[in-house]
T-cell receptor
């Protein structure tokens, strides 16, 4: 599975959009981009995923560049409860579901 | 929590003793996984299962064994616990038939080996 590169930390003001970048320049054509987050010491929580089209759900939006070498997770109106470690993961579909390779992620701190 | 229960949630044990952690799911997901999380290492895959009695090793499997005799239960055993196995252990599930592809994680088991 392709490796990802994320900034170690980011800050965001409450109510503003949080834009978290991820580089995955070695991604293959059949690999998806997944985002998870981990709040404090809880288990990771799924946020969103995509293959090549932009995606949006009730939690966030995912923007994938046309060459698929990078993506951005957007939390449109960040709250204090969005403070967490955000992981960008690339994985193939099929039986590798859930066999996720975690990097260090980005620590997002949302300030009042 | 997508119907995942890990037990126990906390455990302190002595070096050399056997320890079994349990992951129980009520969602009928096909795949189950055990991860450990340590400071500076993030989450690392220990073992995973494709189905009943069908398991395979992950990135850091040495010193661990697993068993899955029922769809809903995935057991992680430390045959002889060592201090290096002090960690937080997370179970995950995925692959619900007709469902999406994302994984769901349990709340974790904090294991301390003294």
């Amino acid at each position: 599975d392709a490796k990802t590169t994320q900034p170690p930390s980011m800050d965001c003001a409450e109510g503003r959009a949080a834009n978290l970048p991820c580089n995955h320049s070695t991604i293959s054509g059949n690999e998806y981009v997944y985002w998870y987050r981990q709040i404090h010491s809880q288990g990771p929580q799924y946020i969103i995923h995509g293959l090549k089209n932009n995606e949006t759900n009730e939690m966030a939006s995912l923007i994938i560049t046309e060459d698929r070498k990078s993506s951005t997770l957007i939390l449109p109106h960040a709250t204090l409860r969005d403070t967490a470690v955000y992981y960008c993961i690339v994985q193939r579909g099929g039986t590798s579901y859930g066999k996720l390779t975690f990097g260090q992620g980005t620590i997002l701190t949302v300030h009042p | 929590d997508a119907g995942i229960t890990q037990s126990p949630r906390h455990k302190v044990t002595e070096t050399g003793t056997p320890v079994t952690l349990r992951c129980h799911q009520t969602e009928n997901h096909r795949y189950m996984y055990w991860y450990r999380q340590d400071p500076g290492h993030g989450l690392r895959l220990i073992h995973y299962s494709y189905g009943v009695k069908d398991t395979d090793k992950g990135e850091v499997s040495d010193g661990y064994s697993v068993s899955r005799s029922k769809t809903e239960d995935f057991l992680l055993t430390l045959e002889s616990a060592t201090s290096s196995q002090t960690s937080v252990y997370f179970c995950a599930i995925s692959g619900k038939q007709g469902g999406n592809t994302e994984a769901f994680f349990g709340q974790g088991t904090r294991l301390t080996v003294v």
